[in-house]
């Protein structure tokens, strides 16, 4: 390929000329997102910030080393609010620096891709760097504690399930990858246009792979979904949506009633055929002790249903406690009681409870940070105190070291119990189904975003998790969206935004593994390495650069 050099544009910009073209990339971004975003526009939103980032290689002296960053901070500025302003209903502090912070992430990134852009490549071919840097970054903010994999590029197709069923191979990073690849051949397009020194084979070439790297992939996932049908023995389950305001109600209601609440929208859909009934996120506010929990109100209320309905199992969201034994090892997150010298650990937890079995934990483990989890502890323990305080919680949460899943009594149906924000991380969740997990029970409380676009990007991202795995999926949300997916990514049956209702489907449970099942985020990992090297490259040949320069 030839420098990404346009020859045709005015011979100097404007600096608000190179903003207005930077912000311009933030307002595509920020369309194409779901729910109602066009997301194909997502193909091309990277090219007026890569047209920008061309223009500072190509007038090196017009700009300071750190120009790239500032002007992909307004565009990803731009992006984070228009599409995540959302979290500022739930805390403040926490969403100002939630959307200041990521679009900082995301500028470091894009100054990086810069450097190697302008010092590995002197200019040329450079720019397909931008495809490995970029989904390193996704990578490694899946894993950290100021996690934040919203924004990554590949959920943005989420409301396109139809055009991206090729997932089950490559998850949300063979998205990213098409998009960027998309974004830099439709530059490269355009630039031989107004090339007139590149050679016709260049043209040619350039016109032709351009339409089938970004057709192609979307003729295939058609010929997937049609061929792609529900596979597995059927599971009854009912999915309750009580609608229990998160801030004026949850805490106030005693135990009887919030259970009753639940009861009241679910049981009619009971019967003797009913396998699971899927209750939300933070349904029981008992403050439930884990070592004493088959004496616990809550449970002993919600078992006489399994009297009645003898096949029922039931997943239910609660707040659980352990108090640690004096020689007990402690974990980072145990808390201690006041004027005592007895420790603790609180949980988000999901309880399974079957008759005549004890009852089953499983902890959230992707915490939300700042909110369930303190991130840096050791750095940051001393500001503590001023934690945002959403849900009553001030410290972080304990977690589960694995992906437990609960299992019916015949072992048919194993249910992966994944807990609000857990369900937007692919591989996470894919460990749930290496565990045998063959359907997806996602239990959330969505109502602290308010009526926003908040509850409905984390309700179509689950179509994400059914392609990848091809599991289908119930999801139980307190004032949020319940409903079902199927294992094409397929929304079954939805119900109304913060309006009491329960559902009931009979639910085919898939117990075979996918390619991206058994492998992973492969793709992360493989474009880490690269950019590994990559960087150390362009280090090193800028060092021997500088030193060259220095002895003469």
């Known amino acids: 390929m030839s420098r990404f050099t346009l020859s045709s544009p005015p011979k100097t910009l404007k600096k608000w000329q190179l903003t207005i073209i930077s912000a311009i990339t933030g307002i595509l971004l920020s369309l194409a997102w779901p729910l109602n975003g066009f997301s194909p526009i997502l193909l091309f939103a990277f090219l007026p910030l890569l047209y920008v980032e061309n223009y500072i290689i190509s007038n090196p002296y017009s700009f300071s080393k750190y120009a790239a960053f500032r002007y992909s901070y ?170 229990i305001d998160p801030y004026k109600e949850q805490y106030e209601l005693s135990v009887d009633q919030s259970i009753n609440r639940n009861l009241e929208v679910t049981k009619p859909l009971l019967n003797d055929k009913t396998n699971f ?39 239910v969201g609660a707040s659980t406690y352990k108090v640690y034994k004096k020689d007990e090892p402690l974990t980072q997150t145990a808390r201690k009681f006041p004027n005592t010298d007895i420790f603790y650990d609180s949980y988000n937890t999901a309880l399974f409870i079957q008759k005549g079995e004890k009852t089953q934990t499983y902890h959230k483990s992707k915490l939300v940070p700042g909110v369930e989890k303190m991130p840096f502890p050791k750095l940051l323990s001393p500001l503590q105190k001023f934690a ?59 109502g602290w975003w308010g009526d926003t676009p908040g509850h409905k990007q984390h309700f179509i991202y689950a179509t994400l998790r059914a392609i990848e795995n091809r599991r289908s999926i119930a999801r139980s949300a307190n004032t949020g969206i319940s409903g079902f997916f199927n294992q094409r990514g397929d929304i079954i049956e939805e119900t109304k935004y913060w309006v009491p209702d329960a559902l009931q489907y009979n639910v085919p449970a898939n117990t075979e593994l996918t390619f991206y099942v058994k492998h992973g985020d492969y793709l992360g990992k493989m474009f880490s390495f690269i950019s590994f090297f990559m960087i150390l490259t362009t280090i090193v040949k800028a060092i021997i650069k500088r030193q060259k320069k220095t002895s003469k």
């Open 74 to 243: 307004l565009s990803f500025l731009i992006w984070n609010i228009l599409t995540t302003w959302w979290i500022w209903n739930s805390t403040e502090i926490g969403g100002v620096l939630a959307i200041l912070l990521n679009s900082a992430f995301m500028s470091l990134t894009f100054q990086v891709f810069h450097f190697v852009h302008k010092k590995l490549y002197d200019g040329s071919r450079g720019i397909y760097a931008l495809i490995p840097l970029w989904i390193t970054f996704e990578y490694l903010h899946l894993d950290w504690d100021l996690s934040w994999p919203w924004l990554n590029l590949g959920n943005g197709f989420a409301s396109f399930h139809k055009w991206i069923q090729w997932y089950e191979y490559t998850g949300t990073f063979g998205g990213t990858t098409w998009i960027l690849l998309s974004n830099i051949l439709i530059f490269d397009l355009v630039h031989s246009f107004y090339n007139k020194k590149a050679s016709i084979k260049s043209k040619i070439i350039t016109r032709v792979i351009t339409p089938i790297v970004i057709i192609v992939p979307i003729v295939i996932s058609f010929v997937i979904y049609y061929q792609t049908e529900d596979k597995g023995e059927k599971a009854s389950i009912v999915v309750g949506q009580p609608n």
């Open 277 to 315: 009934l899927i209750l939300p996120e933070s349904t029981l506010q008992e403050d439930i002790e884990e070592n004493q929990i088959e004496n616990s109100e809550s449970i002993l209320r919600l078992e006489t249903l399994l009297i009645k309905y003898p096949k029922l199992s039931i997943l």
């Open 388 to 446: 945002f305080d959403l849900g009553g919680t001030v410290s972080s949460y304990g977690i589960n070291k694995s992906r437990t899943v609960f299992f019916s009594e015949d072992h048919k149906f194993g249910l992966a119990p994944a807990i609000c924000y857990e369900s937007i991380y692919g591989e996470f969740m894919s460990r749930y189904v290496r565990n045998g997990a063959n359907i997806f029970a996602i239990i959330t409380n969505d």
